[in-house]
């Protein structure tokens, strides 16, 4: 079992910087990819970015350039810093984590943008 918590989120004003946490717990060793999805209200969950056990990174176009997914010291964390926050990155920001076997999530951190 992975259990992962997000904290970070909160209310930008457009152009502005969030960092977001993810920290993962239980059986760590086990993942290979951590990555941060997001969700709008009737919209489905989209990948942001994602970084696997060895760090190859994967973006969404969207976040290309802007974001920047990395690891803690601890390896147990990751982070996504996003920069130049337009509204359309209002979100509800989820991190995932894939096993071999399962996929687990954490309840996700409210991003929103002010334009």
């Known amino acids: 079992q992975v259990q992962l918590v997000e904290s970070g989120g909160g209310l930008v004003q457009a152009g502005g910087s969030l960092r977001l946490s993810c920290a993962a717990s239980?059986?760590?060793?086990?993942?290979?990819?951590i990555g941060w999805y997001r969700q709008t209200p009737g919209k489905r969950r989209e990948l942001v970015a994602a970084?696997?056990?060895?760090?190859?990174?994967n973006y969404a176009d969207a976040a290309q350039g802007r974001f920047t997914i990395s690891r803690g010291n601890a390896k147990n964390t990751v982070y996504l810093q996003m920069n130049s926050l337009k509204a359309e990155d209002t979100a509800v920001y989820y991190c995932?984590?894939?096993?071999?076997?399962?996929?687990?999530w954490g309840r996700g951190t409210q991003v929103t943008v002010s334009s």
């Open positions: 995932n984590a894939r096993t071999t076997m399962s996929t687990y």
């Open positions: 239980g059986s760590t060793f086990s993942i290979n990819i």
């Open positions: 970084i696997s056990r060895g760090d190859d990174t």
